[in-house]
């Protein structure tokens, strides 16, 4: 560090010449992130100072959040679901899991998880973290979790059954429905990563059934910084009930809360507050025409595609289009010469964009233009 300190507008001329580095949103087909809605950054930047880890020196933004967790329960059929706003789905999904563990009282040295082999990543995290074995089931041939690969796999040292609502690769929904009697059957924890479908499943014209409706969920991954438009960091993990998260109280005798039972030790309230004022300022019909945009838009460049010659893996079923392009990892970076990100999938190997709401149809128009080129 520097011995005296540098001016501020030095300082901010190198900091904005970072920025300008930064690929911008609208030549991104990759993320699951967006442009936070305004309001959004707004509400964030009211709450920059505050740390909901010691939540009773900010009573005010505490009760932010619960609100925000009772809006997000509203949305999953459990207006009374308990939970809080984290860093995001890699830190949900390690909680619940760890859930799972103190509920189970096991050996956690011989446990293990079934999930399908479309779950995330962050559940490699989390196994390599909390020391339990991660089991990974077939998937049928639309790509979505098989229930009775997933049951061939349950011993007497599982303690919990995922199922995804948005996966990361296809946008596929796993059928919860089965899953959830499979999971009430064998007497299992069964934890629901709609970390992605969580704002986009409930404002579809049908939606699947993926949250608490579903008796055997109980808990469920949700992130407002992907599809709510919130700002990062701002992940939700919601319990059915307040009992199973009492199960993550640590002491913590020098905060005013007495324990904690986030990841994180300190933590930002501005999450909460930037996903609680979007989600009111939009309410459920702003997202539908969020969705309902998105899905226009998906149906258009999956078209535009399939004119080229590019067959599709599954019909979309959320906003996320995944096409056979000959050598997809080549061409994704032919297509980052030209400065445009998309990513590519692992099984099957397929273009993926995917399109959040900066995938305008003019972000479109301009992307095929170029694809052609580099075709
Ligand atoms: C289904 C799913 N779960 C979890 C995550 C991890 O979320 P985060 O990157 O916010 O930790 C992602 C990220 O894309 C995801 O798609």
Known sequence: MRETGAGEEDIF????????RDVPYGRVLSSMCTNPHPVAIRAHQEFVNTNLGDPKLFPGTAAIERRCIGLIGELLHLPDATGYISTGGTESNIQALRTAIQLKHTDRH????????????SFEKASQMLGIAIRRAPLDDLLRADPSEMAALIDEDT?????????????????????GKLAQEQA?????????????????????KFDFEVPGVQSITI????????????????????????LLEINAQYLTSMVQTSLA?????ASAASAYAVMQY???????????????????????LEDLGMEPVIEPVMNIVTVGAGDP????????????????TVHPCALRMVVMPHVTEEVIGAFVTDLKKVL
């Not at 446990?111 to 990543?121: D, G, L, Q, R, T």
């Not at 299992?188 to 699947?208: N, R």
């Not at 030790?265 to 309230?269: N, P």
């Open 223 to 246: 992130d407002p910084h992907k599809m709510g438009l919130s700002t990062i960091p701002s992940g939700g993990l919601l319990y059915r009930s307040e009992s199973l998260l009492k």
């Open 282 to 304: 939009l309410g459920r019909e702003g997202y539908r025409q969020i969705v309902a945009t998105c899905m226009k838009n998906t149906r258009s460049l999956q078209e535009q």
């Open 265 to 269: 030790g300190t933590r930002s309230g």
């Open 159 to 179: 303690i919990a059954l995922v199922a995804v609502a948005g996966t990361t690769e296809f946008g596929q929904i796993d059928p919860i429905e089965e899953i």
């Open 329 to 344: 990892v080549g061409l994704r970076k032919r297509l980052a010469e030209k400065n445009w990100y998309v990513s590519t």
């Open 110 to 121: 011989r446990a293990n998880i079934v999930v399908p082999e479309s779950a995330h990543y």
């Open 188 to 208: 299992l924890y069964l934890h629901v990563d709609a970390a992605f479908g969580g704002f986009v499943i409930p404002f579809m014209e049908k939606p699947a």
């Open 13 to 20: 001329a190198e900091l904005c010449e970072a920025r300008r």
